[in-house]
Each structure stands twice: as C-alpha cells, then as structure tokens.
C-alpha cells in the first residue's frame, strides 16, 4: 500500500536509517509519515522481518487493518518466531473482530515470550469479548501476578467480574486502575468511574 510521499521525509539511502526514522515519526504519532519510511526501508531491503512489522503497526494506526495482516503475515513468514509480529497481528485482527484468530496469534506470541504484559492484556481482552470470562479472568490474573501496577489488567479483570456479578471485586479492581491509570488512559478513567457508581447501586439493590 503507498501512501503520499510527499510528507517531508529526508532523503536517506541506507534502510536501517529509514527504520529510525519511521520509528521517531511513530513516537510522534505521525503514523502516515512513518509509513512512507517503513517502504522506502522495504525498497533497499525487505528481508528484514521488523520492517514489515513495523509497517503493519503504522497501518494497523491509521485504520489499514487488512493491509496490516498482510504486513504482519510477511514478517513472520521472514521470521516465525516474531513475538512482537504474532501479538501485533492478534491486535488488527481483534479491530476487525475476527476473535478466534486474534487468540490464536496471541497464544503465538504467548508461547515465544511468555511474560508480555501488553500480549496478555489483549488477549484477555478478547476473550472477555468472546463472554469467555474464567479463561479472561484468569489471563488478567496472570497480567497481575506479573505485574501488580498494571492499569490494563485491573480494568479489563473489573470488568470481567461485574459481568460474572462479583460486584464487591469488581469495583475493588476499578479502584486499583484508578489509582494506577496514566493520563492518556483519561477516558477509561472516566468509564471506571462510571462503572463503579453503577456496581454500587446494584450493590444497595441486593
């Protein structure tokens, strides 16, 4: 997939150099722009799987979900055991809500490193989209135990105990990602809230 070249990007010659590049404009969030390095990259050379995961990560951050997969697919078929490619992958094919398959690249991903957090936490969030709330419960147990300040994992096991009615849990695990939730996780914030007013009327009603 092209995207507009015409975005300032320097004129560099060697393909490491354009993945540095690519990689600061994505720190900035100018994802069309760390696009257009990651295939100026793949021009010079394409046998590098983190290019192509790189790549799909962009695409993944503008909505390009499809092109994405086909992104991901490439660089572990560069280099199969790409934790990082595997559990990016899981992330576009959940944003298409093709579930099953996100598990399966997680559990990939999973079974290279197993104590990534962020993996963990995606994937117990597709299983609590899925309803499978003792398999997400115990996948954001997991996320905790390796991580006890892990914002993510409070929120999602909040979550999965309202809908299996352990209110009293529930809203003891909001609180803890209340305490713990960075600023860009504002909204979220605002939801556990939300949430946690919500358990405790049900919790009057009882």
């Keep these: 997939m092209k995207e507009d070249q015409n975005l300032g990007i320097s004129n560099l010659k060697d393909y490491k150099s354009w993945i540095m590049e690519g990689n600061q404009h994505f720190r900035l969030k100018e994802y069309a722009a760390a696009l257009v390095c990651y295939n100026n990259a793949i021009e010079l050379y394409s046998d590098d799987s983190r290019i192509w995961d790189n790549r799909g990560v962009a695409l993944s951050s503008l909505g390009h979900y499809d092109d994405a997969i086909q992104s991901f697919e490439i660089s572990l078929d560069l280099k199969p055991d790409n934790a990082r490619a595997w559990s990016n992958m ?27 957090i962020e ?26 135990k390796l991580n006890a300040n892990d914002a993510k994992a409070w929120a999602g096991k909040g979550s999965v105990l309202k809908f299996m009615e352990r209110y009293e849990e529930a809203i003891e695990c909001l609180e803890k990602f209340i305490g713990l939730a960075p600023p860009e996780l504002a909204d979220q914030n605002q939801q556990a809230w939300a949430m946690i007013l919500d358990l405790k009327l049900k919790l009057k009603k009882e």
């Design 90 to 116: 899981g992330v576009s094919l959940a944003a298409l809500k093709r579930l099953d398959e996100a598990i399966n690249c997680f559990n990939k991903a999973l079974e290279i490193d197993p104590e990534n």
């Design 119 to 144: 993996t963990l936490d995606n994937k117990g969030t597709a299983l609590f989209s899925l309803t499978k709330y003792d398999e997400a419960l115990e996948t954001f147990n997991h996320a905790i």
